[in-house]
């Protein structure tokens, strides 16, 4: 079982939908989450931490839920230029393990 | 905007030679990292550093080598490249104040 586990998707959402994406992780160990976003031939980009409490930036939600081990990702009113890749990770002992990250594509 | 910086940004090169991405960093990061990632694919961990003179190799094995002599500074080290090793090699780091991990642009490397 991976370490960090993701819904590879393609989510093909119509654009202003609200999506939703879940990230599970296996070592209870793990320090601190966050959710990173990567464009085609890119580098992945830090999209948000992920805080118990839950934190929120502008159209975008994250949650974390350590009881159940997984963190969520919600983006609200989705425009185009939200097609991407979003990827889940985790820090253990400053070790960063991802997921295979989750494909969107927002369509007009 | 993370100040992590990667050269040679594309390289193509024939098989058998020594090549050396280099990776820094001028955000006084401990924390550095090798990640080797094919086109639509996963993220792979190949190698990490928590300090200077500290390395350890990550969870993909890779033929390829890292040094740590100096914070700010951490290239990776092929010395006879294949085909096999045609892949995009990302290099990031972490640390204070918000222990958040950034990356740099990355090195596409092609070998023919």
């Known amino acids: 079982r991976k370490e960090v586990e993701q819904d590879p998707g393609p989510f093909n959402v119509p654009e202003g939908a609200t999506v939703a994406f879940n990230c599970t992780y296996s070592?209870?160990?793990?320090?601190?989450f966050f959710w990173y976003r990567q464009d085609c031939r890119k580098e992945p980009k830090l999209l948000m931490s992920?805080?118990?409490s839950g934190n929120e930036d502008g159209r975008f939600t994250a949650q974390l839920n350590r009881a159940s081990q997984y963190i969520s990702l919600l983006i609200r009113d989705s425009k185009l230029s939200d097609s991407a890749t979003y990827l889940c990770?985790?820090?253990?002992?400053?070790?960063?393990?991802f997921g295979k990250g989750t494909r969107l594509h927002i369509l007009p | 905007e993370a100040d992590i910086y990667q050269t040679p940004r594309y390289l193509v090169i024939g098989t058998g030679k020594k090549i050396t991405l280099e990776c820094s960093q001028t955000?006084?990061?401990?924390?550095m990292y090798w990640y080797q990632q094919d086109p639509g694919m996963e993220l792979h961990l190949i190698h990490y550093?928590?300090?200077?003179?500290?390395?350890e190799k990550g969870d993909l094995s890779s033929e390829s080598t890292v040094s740590r002599i100096r914070t700010e500074h951490f290239p990776l080290t092929l010395e006879s490249a294949r085909p096999s090793h045609t892949s995009q090699y990302l290099c990031?780091?972490?640390?204070?104040?918000?222990?958040?991990?950034?990356f740099g642009p990355g090195t596409r490397l092609t070998v023919t």
């Open positions: 990770a985790v820090n253990r002992d400053d070790k960063i393990i």
């Open positions: 070592n209870s160990a793990s320090q601190s």
């Open positions: 992920v805080y118990s």
């Open positions: 955000m006084g990061h401990d924390k």
């Open positions: 550093s928590y300090g200077v003179n500290s390395t």
């Open positions: 990031a780091s972490l640390g204070p104040p918000d222990y958040e991990q950034y």
